[in-house]
T-cell receptor, first 111, second 112 residues
């Protein structure tokens, strides 16, 4: 397995509260990604990073922000969680190619 | 965003049978990937395809990059119980995983 650790693995939070999910990699890969997985939609890209402090938006970026201050860490923040952000979130890494390697996921429930 | 059409949505097969699933897109891709996801886990990359017509195997799994560049196929031969899971296709028109689009998955159940 690629060295990717997501934390927490499960979280329940209330509507309107801020939430931060963490992705940590030990592979020294340049690229990191945050996806969400919802029934009927497959995996959709939220944000990605192509280097320290370099990030860009994906397909479903509204309501999310990211930060990457170190090569190994990529944080996803929901500034004010909404019920529509209840989902399973996956971090992925790649070294420039199209092949992405995924973490184990974080199940987030917003009540 | 673009979504890939993956079929079938689910399959129930007897252990030992062969399985075929496919994925189509409305635009041309230059990369096709196949992933497997077990319950509570992240997707695991099975096979990557980079050339139209390419046929690549990984053990009992064989995948093909369609000649039109708008489709891909995955075959599993002689299925076993541990093949159970959800199989996802993913494609990209450009290099870079930030351009990956995913199918909605094929849920495979293998009956012993």
């Amino acid at each position: 397995d690629a060295g990717i650790t997501q934390s927490p693995r499960h979280k329940v939070t209330e509507t309107g509260t801020p939430v931060t999910l963490r992705c940590h990699q030990t592979e020294n890969h340049r690229y990191m990604y945050w996806y969400r997985q919802d029934p009927g939609h497959g995996l959709r890209l939220i944000h990605y990073s192509y280097g320290v402090k370099d990030t860009d938006k994906g397909e479903v970026s509204d309501g999310y922000s990211v930060s990457r201050s170190k090569t190994e860490d990529f944080l996803l923040t929901l500034e004010s969680a909404t019920s529509s952000q209840t989902s399973v979130y996956f971090c992925a890494i790649s070294e420039g190619s199209t092949e992405a390697f995924f973490g184990q996921g974080t199940r987030l429930t917003v009540v | 965003g673009q979504q890939l059409n993956q079929s079938p949505q689910s399959m129930f097969i007897q252990e030992g049978e062969d399985v075929s699933m496919n994925c189509t897109s409305s635009s041309i891709f230059n990369t096709w990937l196949w992933y497997k996801q077990d319950p509570g886990e992240g997707p695991v990359l099975l096979i990557a395809l980079y050339k139209a017509g390419e046929l690549t195997s990984n053990g009992r799994l064989t995948a093909q990059f369609g000649i039109t560049r708008k489709d891909s196929f995955l075959n599993i031969s002689a299925s076993i119980p541990s093949d159970v899971g959800i199989y996802f296709c993913a494609g990209s028109p450009l290099t870079g995983a930030n351009n990956l689009f995913f199918g909605t998955g094929t849920r495979l159940t293998v009956i012993p």
